[in-house]
């Protein structure tokens, strides 16, 4: 630290002038000697009228008044005297003053008095003008130095020795350079100049470093003012100063607390608030500072109450934050991020173990010290010199979440007790933004693996559709979200293609998420229409609703969502759809032509609005492209929805890219926008079923229907290549087709579709489904749907226009690759 830093002039803490008090000074017997122009303001006397003659000219003449020789006597009796007294004006009125009287030595042994006088009624009227007055009225040490035009010591009292350790021999007769070799005084010398040049009283406050004592730093705060003669000639300058030491760092100390308000804390990431705590030490506080937290802290997990410091493994922590006055942080053994290992034997272990800060001014780096234990630590320690260090658990409801440590190298000053309070209530602050952080983080983990295991890992598309997906959680200000995406298998290789977003993010968002998904998949298994399923989905919605409120310490459901529920035939090739509050879809041709279907939008999911649902029935071409999404994918804050709909269909009209080229080129676009929301998408390119892969027949309604229905099956299954599926497949077809008979009316349908499976179908007029029944041994009837449960991989049933479908399915002998049984779509080159 250079000379110029040691009394601070350049970047001064306060410079200012202010509504002094009045002073003068008086010979050993009370005569003025020598007069300001305050004195002349606050008691109307000028230099002239005052300078050589005695004191008492101002006193009021009252026997209950002191004399001037019996205040001079009392004066020489107590090296001074202070209290409150009634003087005259100039013009007669009388002024209640507070005053101080000071004894000051010359260096022949002769004695000055310096008296300073303060309004008492104007002290309820003006604030204070700052340390040396304050000190003036409480009686606190000053110091006094009455210096000439050459700024050499004449007068001084006794107290300005314990200021600086200075002598009165080393300051007779000398300017402030002579009397303190090496001292920086120059700085101090202008300012006393600019006071002789300008005659106005100047208050400056500095820091300072003691010569016997050079790690002792202290704050001192000077009023300067001009002393008058008879003419009203300037014949010296009044230097009083006070030791401000201990009011500069509370101010210092409130500084540094009111920017942690504002810099520590700023994000729920715990890694940055560690690193926040680290940037704020330093320089304010430290040279150079870092913050380990413990393993599983940064990942949210709970913290060990206790960590073991006893056995001869070290603790691990992470590197949080490190902050240091050098450039690259040279001082630091480990990069922010690594893993940190704690010596057992260190004060860093004791102060985990214990919970306690270590204060240790002066680092002891003697061969078979602490320091040793780490030789990499050590060389640090010495290559850098650091010299005194404090270290301050980081605890939050009673856990230990790591350390921090502040060290010093460059400023000579050792760590204090002082300043040990100020970095534990800098770590408290920060501690509770770090278990916030920590507590978000793992509720967002918690609310991402839930949602992430409740989401499907892998597609199954079958014949139908082959589809891809991105799903990019929303950014850690905002949190999980509810989105969620399906691709369900239904009978006679169709798909259901489903897409929905729950409101809010959070754990709870992902639980409803959860609970919806589920809902999906059951109604799905029912083979509803999607109009219909989404009106099952709104009741079981509110229900659920309805259900959690009666039980408030479970995750309630959260208030809304929206979805959009698809069936694709990839035989017929048609897609019916339906919307709760959702987006529409974009459906991309083969020759990329883009649009978005007008279909209704029916009220979101949970909201009771008692719109109904709609469905809509769409013919798409051979390799059609669907694209399903939430609105995160194409609403942002800087545009609305319209907007990114535009993007998202320019981006997927390019037929001769892949699914996975067009997902990552849909979700890039609005990656570097920090989304609000989660983003997910869902493409799926239709493919059209191979016709020689299905057969199909319309069977009379009578007694001969189920022999037609074995026969033909059983050659269809012949020119398959499937003949070991004949038996069972001509049981299934016979025990349906007979019940088709026996309880409907009309014509009756039969087809067989190859695709993974083998499924049978029979339709007929009769609208009301079959129950599987548990026959009693004496019964004759009611064993078909049994027997069709032991023969077939699932059965059920779905409505059809004018009747129903059941449906079965069987394994194949082999099952083939999709490419088997469709027709790839052509694709535009």
Known sequence: MTNADRVTLGNRLNTLKISESAVAMLDEVGTVVAWTEAAEQLLGYSAGEVVGRSGALVLRPSEEIPTISAIIEQCRTHHGWSGTMTVRHRDGRMLDINHRVSMLWGQDGTFRWLVSVTDIGALSREPKGGSVREALLTHAPIGIVVRDLQLRCLWLNDTVESHDG????????????????GFEAEALEAVMRKAL????TTVHEFRAWPTEDPRREQAFSASYFCLQDADGKTLGLCCMSVDVSGSQRTRERLA????????????????????????????????????????????????????????????AFLRAGQASIHPGIPESTFARGETVFVPPASPLAGVLRTGRSHLEPVVDTFPG???????????????????S??????????????????????????????????????????ALSLDNARQYTREHNMALALQRNLLPHRLMGGAAVEAVWRYLPADTDAGVGGDWFDVIPLSGARVALVVGDVVGHGINAAATMGRLRTAVRTLADLELPPDKLLAHLDDTFKRLADEDADAPDQIRMVGGATCLYAVYDPITRRCTMARAGHPPPAIIGPQ??????????????????????????????????LALYTDGLVETRDHDIDVGMRRLGTILATPSCSLEELCTRATEAVQGQAPADDITLLLARTLSFNPTRVASWTLPNDRTAARSARHMAARQLTQWGQEGLQDSTQLIVSELVTNAVRHSTGPIGLRLVQHQGLTC????????????????????????????TQLSRRWGARPESGGKVIWTEQDLDSAPSHRDFTTPPARKE
């Open 166 to 181: 200075i002598s009165r021999d080393r300051r007779f007769g000398r300017k402030l350079a002579d009397s303190r070799p």
């Open 197 to 200: 040049r300008n005659g106005t």
């Open 256 to 315: 540094i607390l009111s920017q942690a308000r504002t810099r520590i804390g700023s994000t729920l990431d715990v890694m940055r608030t560690g690193q926040e705590l680290a940037d704020l030490a330093v320089p304010l506080l430290a040279d150079y500072a870092y913050v380990d937290l413990g393993e599983s802290v940064p990942f949210g997990e709970e913290p060990s109450t206790e960590i073991d410091t006893v056995g001869s493994r070290p603790s």
């Open 369 to 387: 010290t602490w320091v040793d234990q780490d030789p990499a630590r050590a060389q640090k320690i010495r290559e850098y010199g650091i010299h």
């Open 389 to 430: 260090l404090m270290v301050v658990p980081i605890i939050a409801r009673r856990a230990v979440l790591g350390i921090a440590l502040f060290l010093r190298t460059e400023d000579p000053v050792p760590f204090h007790e002082d300043d040990l309070l100020l970095a534990e209530e800098l770590v408290t602050r920060a």
């Open 592 to 625: 990329g032509q883009v649009s978005f279907p007008d279909l209704p939008t029916g009220g979101p999911l949970g909201m009771g609005l008692g719109v109904l649902f709609e469905s809509v029935d769409l013919e798409l071409p051979e390799g059609s492209l």
């Open 761 to 788: 179908e029979v339709f007929d007029t009769d609208a009301a489904f079959p129950c599987l029944r548990h026959p009693h041994a004496t019964d004759e009837n009611g064993r078909g749907l049994f027997l069709i």
